[in-house]
């Protein structure tokens, strides 16, 4: 059973592009957290879906954020108009109930 | 939701020695869990402990609950240099979705 993929491991971007983050849940599971964290800090709670539907996004930036976890495919967090406070390491985890599953995270770096 | 806080922020040891590792939060919780994240990793899970649960043994770690100085502590055993890692706890209150808040982490280095 394959754990939870997060790609690109790495993404660089420059200031007024966009990112497309995608993650994979591990198999059977149809809920999915996305996290920010910053060097030497905690995760940072960002949003939570089930599939097609965004059950909670009070972590989300109100603007150039925006997160998926359509019915087929990978959940995507897409960041437009990326800029330098952008740079961090993205995390998404997965889970059935209580415990949380990670993937091994997206380090974006806005130039 | 609610954020644990990890105390202290940093702590080195020698292989061998105990590490031990607090967390502390705010209001009342469904259960507590702690995670640990090598560097440049994902978190892992290591242990869960519910509200009514006073301690929980795996392996090489303990973990205690007091719910009425709202703490928990995380005990390594016998630690090895590959313990080495950033540990962290998570709160869930409950009362819906579900939704675990972490703390900035207590980073612990075991020196071989």
């Known amino acids: 059973n394959a754990g939870v993929m997060q790609n690109p491991r790495h993404l660089v971007r420059r200031r007024g592009q966009e990112a497309r983050l995608r993650c994979s849940p591990m198999?059977?599971?149809?809920?999915v957290y996305w996290y920010r964290q910053l060097p030497e800090e905690g995760l940072k709670f960002m949003v939570y879906?089930?599939?097609?539907?965004?059950?909670?996004e009070s972590g989300m930036p109100k603007e150039r954020f925006s997160a998926e976890f359509p019915k087929e495919g990978p959940s995507i967090l897409r960041i437009q108009q990326v800029v330098r406070g952008d740079s961090a390491a993205y995390f998404c985890?997965?889970?059935?109930?209580?415990?949380?599953?990670f993937g091994p995270g997206t380090r974006l770096l806005v130039l | 939701s609610q954020q644990g806080e990890e105390d202290p922020q940093a702590l080195s040891i020698q292989e061998g020695e105990n590490a031990t590792m607090n967390c502390s939060y705010k209001?009342?919780?469904?259960?507590l869990q702690w995670y640990r994240q090598n560097s440049g990793r994902g978190l892992v899970h290591l242990i869960l402990?519910?509200?009514?649960?006073r301690e929980k043994h795996s392996g090489r770690l303990r973990v205690t609950l007091d719910t009425s100085k709202k703490s928990s502590s995380l005990l390594i055993t016998a630690s090895r240099a590959a313990d080495t890692a950033s540990y962290f706890c998570?709160?869930?209150?409950?009362?819906?979705?579900?939704?675990?808040?972490f703390g900035r982490g207590t980073s612990l280095i075991v020196h071989p």
């Open positions: 879906l089930q599939k097609e539907n965004i059950i909670d």
């Open positions: 198999k059977g599971h149809s809920h």
């Open positions: 402990i519910r509200s009514n649960e």
């Open positions: 985890a997965s889970s059935t109930q209580e415990t949380q599953y």
């Open positions: 209001t009342s919780i469904n259960n």
């Open positions: 998570a709160t869930d209150a409950g009362g819906g979705s579900y939704i675990p808040t």
